[in-house]
């Protein structure tokens, strides 16, 4: 594992205390993320292929709940395994295991979904086309992804540090240009986007997007 990643991992390890404390319930209170996942849900089932989706970057595993009321069956994969140990913990009713998103653990088209909900925005440039490639891998075709993540100019930035933990973490906040084209570049369609204004709690605007994968080209 390269430096930067354990360096992720180890201070994602810190924070699933955290999480659990913060954001347990918090999406209780975001109507606009619930929308979201909810149209992400809508367009999953209505594909008709099934309702298997990842949550790639699941942290504590709190979307599970959400995402399974919505007629999903959710699988979470996150690099830290202590987040892990706490979705175990916390929703036992679903599976959960440790995995890097730049090699997901799921067979060839064997997802209807994917949900990548601030987990993409870590990767550094060099790392992104692995990433994305995986989500078209993983995904059958026609299947939908539903993003979420900080914007900004795509500057690299560092997390962490005003938490007093003791940690620290690359993290970039993307630009919708760079989203989208990440997207396009893989074989998929954006089908939604949208941004919510900072709340008075945070530094940046959210983005939403969902896409939908394209046939795969011929062997």
């Not at 367009?43 to 949550?55: A, Q």
């Amino acid at each position: 594992m390269d430096p930067r990643t354990e360096e992720l991992r180890e201070a994602h390890d810190v924070l699933a205390a955290v999480y659990v404390d913060r954001l347990a319930n918090i999406l209780d209170q975001m109507p606009i993320e619930r929308a979201v996942l909810g149209l992400f849900a809508d367009l999953v089932r209505e594909g008709g292929t099934g309702t298997d989706v990842g949550d790639i970057g699941c942290g504590t595993g709190r979307l599970a709940p959400y995402l399974s009321t919505r007629g999903l069956s959710p699988r979470g994969v996150d690099l830290s395994p202590e987040m892990i140990r706490v979705a175990q913990r916390d929703y036992p009713g679903f599976p959960f295991q440790v995995a890097d998103l730049r090699a997901l653990p799921f067979e060839d088209t064997s997802l209807d979904g994917v949900v990548a909900w601030y987990s993409l925005m870590y990767l550094p440039p060099e790392h992104r086309g692995a990433a994305f490639g995986e989500l078209a891998r993983v995904l059958k075709p026609g299947g939908h992804v539903a993003m979420a993540f900080k914007m900004g100019d795509d500057a690299l930035r560092r997390g962490g540090r005003s938490l007093d933990l003791g940690i620290g973490f690359d993290i970039y906040w993307m630009s919708r240009h760079e989203v989208e084209s990440r997207f396009t570049d893989a074989g998929f369609r954006v089908v939604f986007w949208a941004e919510r204004p900072a709340d008075p709690d945070e530094q940046q605007p959210q983005g939403y997007l969902v896409a939908e994968l394209g046939p795969r080209a011929p062997a």
